[in-house]
């Protein structure tokens, strides 16, 4: 009997323990969450308005830096590690990038976007867009339409810049390769 009282006293205070295990883990994940939730909401509507209208600006100033040449602008707009994936499936860093341009290899008359779209992602914002260009690259004539994908982050400065680009070309049902 005092054996069976033993064994009886030994498993309430497992259970015990694991009550109590299981509401601080509760409580810890409900803290948890309650610190993440505004990470997971994203940013508030005032914060994501002027967030949207800067990506706006830079696409802006994007496009007009690639129709001027503007190397000068260009590099501020591109981080260090930038990478684009052009058309024709090459790689291209933001040195090669900014080379082309000054060198003339590429170039743009004109350059039109639409669709614009933007969807942020904590300090990751990403543009997908339409483009209609006439111009020139490396790889010869780019004249045509595209859909593009542009990443930015912004940087420990608090500024955003592009750190991905990439393009493919819009092609009719019946064009082509």
């Not at 600006?57 to 990478?83: C, F, G, P, R, V």
């Not at 291209?92 to 004109?110: C, D, H, I, P, V």
């Amino acid at each position: 009997m005092k054996s069976a009282a033993i064994f009886n006293s030994s498993n309430l205070i497992r259970r015990r323990r694991f009550h109590s295990l299981a509401i601080v883990s509760l409580f810890g994940a409900l803290a948890l969450a309650l610190c993440a939730a505004p990470f997971c909401a994203g940013l508030p509507k005032s914060a994501k308005q002027e967030s949207r209208h800067e990506i706006d600006q830079l696409e802006d100033a994007w496009q007009n830096a690639m129709l001027k040449a503007d190397i000068a602008a260009l590099d501020s707009l591109l981080a260090d590690d930038y990478m684009a994936i052009t058309p024709n499936g090459t790689l291209q860093s933001k040195e090669q990038t900014l080379a082309n341009m000054r060198s003339g290899a590429t170039y743009f008359t004109s350059l039109q976007t639409s669709d614009r779209k933007v969807r942020f992602y904590g300090s990751t914002a990403l543009v997908t867009s339409r483009a209609d260009v006439t111009g020139t690259t490396p790889g010869g004539d780019a004249s045509g339409s595209y859909r593009y994908t542009r990443v930015y982050v912004k940087d420990d400065q608090g500024e955003w810049k592009i750190v991905s680009f990439e393009a493919s070309k819009i092609r009719e049902p019946a064009e082509k390769k």
